[in-house]
């Protein structure tokens, strides 16, 4: 396999854990195929490693899956990426519990399910899948929204797995500020991860400053907002998504929402010119030097991908370039 230079990346540390991280992870959310409710469609496994392997080759030195992913199957390539990668240059391992398929539901929902005892077998499955003996940062995917079970339950087992050595430092995923607070008072956390981009940016106004004002990480998902801000994607991309690709059913991927996305998008493509670089770098750089960002999660379904928005990680926005966003964020309806 050609491995492509690395590229020196600097880095940040992850709230007041012992991880320090670049400022852009590989997310492996699309490399768990298709066949399931948030699936992005067929993908083929070897171009997956390929892709991660490119991207630790290339200076980023953390990945972020989750077990329901591909229901397991994400982790499964990622674990077998790690294991063509030298122990020395193995990236840090994130992953996310609480989020199970649905048997209720034909094979196609899913359920929440943070009591103790699942967040315990999820945890020994997922260590299993990669093939490691811990895992670097341990996330609750989303909220309890059926089970009842008390947060503090929750957020008390995880403390109990970093206290068996077999995590080194938890967070949370999708959690609004009350859970935050909740969780807060039983351990600290170490990171969020809410869905942040120049599309969707509430996060800015509460989750982020939450988590600056408590010493916690924040990693933002989907800052290229799932493809829309890439340079190729345009409105017969969306239309030609396969029936099982999530995003078909998403309001960002229909109008009028789309027609707004692009417009957004296609306003970007001066001050990456400026820049030399890809219209996907101008929006990851946006992401990841928002006051209280340790990092963004950026997904990739081949090495290419991972070459055209890698420029995102080192680029620095001057101040001319953030009034040209804030104008286009504003002209969108934004």
């Not at 953390?62 to 063509?84: C, F, K, N, P, Q």
């Not at 009842?148 to 967070?171: L, Y």
């Not at 928002?290 to 680029?315: E, H, K, N």
């Amino acid at each position: 396999m050609v491995r492509a230079a690395m590229t020196v990346l600097q880095r940040r540390r992850l709230g007041q854990s012992d991880l320090s991280i670049t400022s852009v992870g590989f997310g492996a959310w699309a490399i768990g195929g298709g066949g399931w409710v948030y699936g992005w469609g067929e993908q083929d496994d070897t171009i997956s490693v390929a892709a991660i392997v490119r991207a630790v080759s290339r200076g980023l030195n953390w990945l972020d899956t989750a077990a329901i992913y591909g229901l397991g199957h994400s982790e499964e390539v990622v674990g077998r990426a790690l294991g063509e990668l030298p122990s020395s240059e193995r990236p840090l391992v994130f992953t996310k519990c609480g989020l199970l398929p649905d048997p209720a539901s034909r094979g196609d929902g899913l359920r929440r399910d943070l009591t103790p005892a699942s967040l315990r077998r999820e945890l020994e499955a997922s260590l299993g899948r990669l093939g490691v003996e811990h895992i670097d940062l341990y996330q609750i995917h989303w909220p309890d929204d059926k089970t009842g079970t008390p947060i503090e339950e929750s957020w008390g087992e995880m403390a109990r797995f970093v206290d068996e050595g077999k995590v080194r430092a938890i967070g949370v995923s999708n959690f609004d500020v009350a859970l935050l607070e909740s969780c807060e008072a039983v351990r600290h956390v170490d990171s969020v991860q809410p869905p942040f981009s120049l599309i969707e940016r509430d996060a800015g106004s509460d989750i982020i400053p939450w988590a600056a004002a408590h010493g916690s990480g924040v990693l933002v998902y989907s800052p290229l907002q799932s493809g829309i801000l890439t340079d190729g994607f345009s409105r017969e991309r969306a239309e030609g998504l396969s029936a099982d690709d999530w995003r078909r059913r998403s309001e960002h991927f229909k109008e009028p929402q789309l027609s707004k996305n692009l417009a957004l998008r296609d306003a970007l493509r001066p001050i990456a010119r400026r820049h030399d670089c890809s219209v996907s770098a101008i929006a990851i750089a946006w992401a990841t030097s928002f006051p209280g960002v340790t990092g963004a999660i950026v997904g990739a379904r081949s090495p290419a991908q991972v070459d055209g928005w890698l420029a995102g990680a080192a680029l620095e926005l001057t101040a001319a370039d953030r009034t040209e966003i804030e104008a286009a964020i504003k002209a969108s309806g934004g």
